[in-house]
């Protein structure tokens, strides 16, 4: 056997791998969708309760939402599980592609892994912002065992102390979130399989027919967008009532989340 058919080999698995990566990442987004709905839930709240009573509101909301998500099982399944299925296999998939041949990934436009697309740069900055997040409110507190106590005074000490740090965080979190999200799920409609016409329309049918898709493409992205930038206002607005109400918790407590916040670079390096 010559090893002139060691590099035919790899572009014939590449397909496959790229694919299977595609489907975990895909099935795993939609984990991680289910956890996001629960989870942002809280702030959701918060902007339409009574006044004086976000951070109330809030908190019960997020108690109703651990029983879900912070289960002996379900936490590491459903949170931690599908968030390092969903970065292993997006990763993987954009090595992969970037790897391939410049022939073989010209030929599918829609198969290159485009680092530059907002979808991708949306991705990146969400790995750091989600990890210090993730570290900040979940990790650290469990370690120093302050995390049953935690409720939405952690979010509103974390932006006393630190106002700058912590609004460049969540506006990346919330911003890169919402643009991933619509990407995500343009990805997810779009590769799923569709029924081919068994007959070949005449010229000007299939070009009013590519039309009339093309139409609807554009009213269903302009859907996503809008609803998109709704629920952004709607937990931007949540997270300003919580941050305005103030760190509704003793001194003592107050002291355990700040111990929280340091044992986390960046909050560890702020001033």
Do not use: N
């Not at 984990?31 to 009574?50: E, I, K, M, N, R």
């Not at 302050?146 to 912590?166: M, Q, T, Y």
């Not at 997810?188 to 010229?203: L, N, S, V």
């Not at 607005?237 to 918790?249: H, K």
């Amino acid at each position: 056997m010559s090893s002139s058919t060691a590099p035919d080999r790899i572009a014939s698995l590449r397909p496959r791998l790229v694919r299977g990566l595609r489907i975990a990442s895909h099935a795993s987004a939609v984990a991680l969708g289910l956890f996001l709905v629960v989870h942002l839930s809280a702030p959701a709240t918060a902007a339409v309760a009574p006044p004086g009573m976000a951070q109330d509101w809030a908190s019960k909301t997020m108690l109703l939402g651990r029983v879900y998500y912070q289960g002996y099982v379900s936490e590491p399944l459903l949170v931690w599980g599908s968030l390092g299925v969903h970065a292993v296999s997006s990763i993987s998939k954009h090595l992969l592609l970037l790897a391939a041949p410049k022939a073989s990934s010209s030929d599918s436009p829609r198969s290159r892994s485009r680092l530059s697309s907002a979808h991708t740069l949306s991705a990146l900055a969400l790995l750091p912002a989600v990890s210090i997040h993730a570290l900040t409110t979940r990790v650290v507190p469990a370690q120093k065992g302050v995390s049953a106590s935690l409720d939405h005074s952690f979010i509103a000490r974390g932006f006393a102390r630190w106002p700058r740090l912590s609004s460049v965080l969540y506006a990346t979190l919330l911003g890169a979130a919402a643009v991933h999200i619509v990407g995500g799920v343009r990805r997810i409609f779009r590769a799923r399989p569709r029924q081919k016409d068994q007959t070949i329309a005449a010229g000007q049918r299939e070009a009013a027919r590519s039309a009339d898709a093309a139409k609807r493409k554009r009213r269903r992205e302009d859907a996503q967008k809008a609803g998109a930038a709704g629920a952004l206002l709607l937990l931007l607005a949540g997270l300003a009532r919580i941050v305005r109400d103030g760190a509704l918790a003793g001194p003592g407590t107050l002291a355990k989340y700040d111990a929280c916040y340091a044992a986390v670079w960046p909050f560890r390096a702020a001033p």
